[in-house]
DNA sequence: TTTAGCACTCTTAACCTTAGAGTGCTAAAT
DNA sequence: ATTTAGCACTCTAAGGTTAAGAGTGCTAAA
């Protein structure tokens, strides 16, 4: 038999180890294996392959008289090239579908309701950040004076996100002075993205400086607060409760650390960070997430997107022994589906 | 010795069941208590007395040689009759004014951080609504056109409460029509209330029907949609891992059931509907929760006010074993704290 | 009324034991 | 040169037993 042939059994038996822990959480025999191979070869065979996989690292197990089961680098090989897309059915594309029809009278439903359904489709903890505006092109301000010495700024962008910020001056500005600037921003600053507004305004401010001269400082300062305020990153998380039923985690200790993890602000900002490295969809397997209480986790992300520009991120955590190749699947196309709700 | 004494005695001994239990998490005995009187009554007496707590359903035991556990019947009396007031620390106060000294540039933060503040303190999980508008005063609307058929309108309370809401149309209305309702809502409605605002605006735009006869369905259909918008009502958890630290919930069976009710958007509106039930701090003990999966925990709620009107509600879920003396006072001193900063 | 004394109950932890699952190795079979 | 049967060996998990300890309830004496 050919050296190629030789191999290729090789990952055929790691794919079906894989594919049999993740389906059932227990350590897979090689009699398993046989019969899974329709006897094509007798377990002693298939023990002797085991030994292989081993020595590569791709399998271990637990104890010298327990089945094999997949180790990181063995999921890593598997979503990178054992594994092969499971599409979503048509029922479950349908669901996210109808999901989004609803009336969303504030962006933070559109994200619980992502959240919800991803963690309900996947039996896993969905998670979800809210859009920042960042990335997003300036398309109309507002500023709306809410007493002598605080006005509310009313930010939008080209994509329709809103956000609103209450900003305290020390001394009143007269109602002439807000529509001024009110003006301003909204005809110079049309189409141009937040994240480069600050210079550009800043300078276009100068080179008017004239027109605003008694109140330059306060409008420099009030677009230093508005574009302050839009980087907030906020994540919502839903589902840990589904993750506790995982076999895995029937465990007080693994449960307890989980949790905590999943409440610290560091730890989902760390996540979220990870996710922006990832084209497309990005899947960390245990230790790649980089953070040590999450090491028995994956985490299966995407981001989402209004015209092509980066919105935020979504997507699953749950126990390393996830079903990868349906996981990705919900991960894209509700990503997708979001980017679209969002245009 | 007369009978006062000696119901008092018993009511003592209770106290010291209850607050035994509470510290420690296992059932009292009877010598423990005897100890605690400093031997003035023996482990005999004791036991003696504690038979009739048992008979009048203030405490039971898990078993035959097990000692005495509350029952909900005996926390109630706890609660209402012998437990005094333990005030928060100067430090516990000075941490929760300093946790509201930051800047928070939305509501949302302002939440989010009360949340957490009260699940850290307590040790348990904390709870807060985002305050409704329903009560507010109107104060400010500002319709700004995002697109042909879609409109922003921005409403503010008169205690500086913002909500964007998204209206679309089927017919586009024009520059002029949107300046015209939002002078009259902003003219005619200043500070009446929100929840009263429908029927007054209704009744006065027929009255005025002349100066809107082209536009009347959109102008009743527009205030429709923005009544309806605040309605929503939401809720923010934290610390659920709190919770499974505790003794009585180091069980994975109650654990599935208690995070999966936390995570139940039904079970959470059922608690804050309790809550609004209680003048000042509201205590609900087990079964008086009526949400059977938490039957095991009790509530301590409180709503948060602007100016007297209600906003929403604070408070703290955790085992029935709570320190309530401690809680209750946490739980008033946050909500103070919290309508304070939002007045 | 209170208390000492004591039999009785129940839980918990520790310790065995055993069945069963699965491996690794060796030697025979293909 | 592989593949396979056979078998000894290992480890887990479940069940059973035991003993210690904590606490009660009752009775009879103080």
Redesign the interface.
Known sequence: MPKNDFESRKEKILELIIENYINDALPISSRAISRRLRRALSPATIRNVMADLEDAGFITHPHTSAGRVPTDKGYRRYVNVLMQAKLLTEVEKKRIDESFKGKF??I??VIINTSRLLSSIAEEAGLVTFPTLEKGAF??I?L?E?DKD?I?A?L?TKS?L?K???IEFEKPLKKGDLNKITNFLNTRFHGISLRNAKKAITQQLLIERDAFFYILDETKGMIDLIL??IK?E?VYL????KI??QPEF?N?DK??VL??AL?NPQVLSSIVKKSLDSEGVGIYIGKEIEVDQLRDCSLVVCDYTIEKDHLGVLGIIGPKRMPYARIVSLVDYVSKTLSEILG
């Open positions: 009278e504030e933070d439903d398309r109309h507002e709306v809410v605080k509310l009313v939008m329709g809103v609103n910020i209450i302050a305020a907030g906020r839903e589902g840990a409760s506790i039923m029937r007080l449960i307890e949790l905590r409440e």
